[in-house]
């Protein structure tokens, strides 16, 4: 792990966790059944789902469209992945997926929550023929990035930078740059990975997911098809089949994670975020799934 990251001891990252105010990685740690957040962020993820009661579906497939895009990116010869915003570790994050097919990956993941780091130090650790390294950095912040992953990715080769559910965190005036300098510093062939939240599908209940989030002080951008689509066309990129889509139309494969399963009776006892996990997501239709996916290539 880089120094900067390694350095900062448990009281130090205790004194920068803020437990009164949530945070978008735990919150969606929440979604995913994690026990790495604060009442706070189960409060704020609870208010996201009595505003819309099918919007664990959401966080669910944007996990599964990250699975099959990195999967097919290393099938097709891809060996550094980028990814910033990475969130709180899961059972299959990106070095997990990449490394089955290349063992000789290299990973770096950025984030700046201290929870994060605590736990990406402790649990993202590289196979013995990769790497893998974790940045404390905000997205805003992409020179910073820059640098310090070029310790452990060679830029002269293709990266995929990877920006799952991460972009609508920040306002126009800051991504539409932050993405061109990231994408500027990677070589011919390498790729974008994007997941983005859109009001295009269900615009009520999205919006009213919106307005709990910005309650509690978050930017919170819904953006169009063709918004998504200008993260791609204004760099550059050529996108890849089949383009700007739902996430759970990016390639489905069938081989997503199904739901843990229980006793009717102990489900009985749980509450509707607690019984997220035992839901099965393969009956999302196109009116439940409320965020675009796509991947492209650098010429």
């Known amino acids: 792990m880089p120094g900067d990251a390694l350095g900062q001891d448990a009281a130090v990252l205790r004194w920068r966790i803020d437990t009164t105010k949530a945070h978008p990685a735990r919150v969606y740690d929440v979604f995913l059944g994690g026990r790495d957040h604060y009442p706070v962020d189960r409060v704020a993820a609870a208010a996201a789902l009595a505003a819309n009661p099918r919007g664990y579906l959401d966080v669910r497939h944007n ?16 060996r550094q992945f980028l990814d ?5 570790p899961t059972r299959d994050n990106v070095h997990r997926i990449a490394q089955r097919i290349a063992p000789d990956a290299r990973v770096v993941y950025v984030d700046n ?17 990769g790497r893998t390294d974790y940045l404390d950095a905000d997205l805003r912040q992409p020179a910073r990035i820059l640098e310090q992953a ?5 830029f002269g080769r293709p990266v995929a930078l990877v920006l799952g559910a991460v972009l609508h965190f920040v306002e126009d005036a800051e991504a539409y740059p932050v993405v061109r300098e990231l994408l500027d510093a990677l070589p011919s062939g390498s790729r974008l990975v994007l997941s983005h939240l859109t009001a295009d599908i269900n615009p009520e209940n999205i919006g009213k997911v919106a307005q709990t989030f910005r309650e509690r002080g978050f930017t919170f951008v819904l953006r169009s098809k063709a918004d998504v689509e200008s993260f791609f066309t204004d760099n550059g990129l050529e996108l890849d089949d089949p383009g700007v889509v739902l996430g759970h139309r990016w ?42 996916t796509a991947t492209g290539r650098k010429g």
């Open 63 to 78: 996990r599964d469209f990250l699975r099959r895009a990195v999967t097919t990116l290393a099938e097709e010869g891809i």
């Open 84 to 88: 910033v915003g990475t969130g709180l």
């Open 113 to 129: 929550d201290p929870v994060v780091m605590a736990q990406a130090c402790a649990m993202l650790t590289s196979g013995p023929a």
């Open 150 to 154: 070029a310790t452990t990715l060679d």
């Open 251 to 292: 390639r489905p494969d069938g081989d997503g994670p199904g739901p843990e399963t229980a006793d009717p009776a102990y489900l009985a006892t749980l509450d509707d975020i607690e019984k997220i996990r035992f839901r099965d997501i393969d009956d999302a239709t196109d009116a439940d799934i409320n965020f675009y």
